[in-house]
């Protein structure tokens, strides 16, 4: 069984760091391309970030670039979220995804479509 396990979030102050980490197990073999989707209260979930298998590749959402960084470490099947300056904005439930890395993937990682599966989230709260 599949699962995805996203580390504890937790309440910062506007302009401090936070590193999310998700954590998978139990998939069939293969490359898999990571993203990281949030959700605000009374919001629709979005894309924050995604990267490739062999971590070459990174995708951010124009909200985060320049202020997240997304990577991986495959011998420990983690991978990580390190957020900074964080803003009010950025308060939401943070949730990994992941999905086979097909052609598909280059085209619409921005969407839920190509992740099958999903951690249950960790709720990021900052402060101004």
């Known amino acids: 069984q599949v699962k995805l396990v996203e580390s504890e979030g937790g309440l910062v102050q506007a302009g401090m760091s936070l590193r999310l980490s998700c954590s998978a197990s139990?998939?069939?073999?293969?490359?898999?391309?990571t993203a990281w989707f949030r959700q605000a209260p009374g919001k629709e979930r979005e894309f924050v970030s995604a990267?490739?298998?062999?971590?070459?590749?990174?995708f951010y959402a124009d909200s985060v670039k320049g202020r997240f960084a997304i990577s991986r470490d495959n011998d420990k099947n983690a991978v990580h979220l390190q957020m900074n300056g964080l803003r009010s904005e950025d308060t939401a439930v943070y949730y990994c995804?992941?999905?086979?890395?097909?052609?598909?993937?280059?085209?619409?990682?921005?969407?839920?479509?190509?992740?099958?599966?999903w951690g249950q989230g960790t709720q990021v709260t900052v402060s101004s």
């Open positions: 139990g998939r069939p073999y293969g490359r898999y391309a």
């Open positions: 995804a992941e999905g086979l890395e097909t052609p598909d993937f280059f085209v619409y990682y921005r969407r839920e479509d190509p992740y099958d599966y």
């Open positions: 990267v490739t298998w062999s971590g070459r590749r990174e």
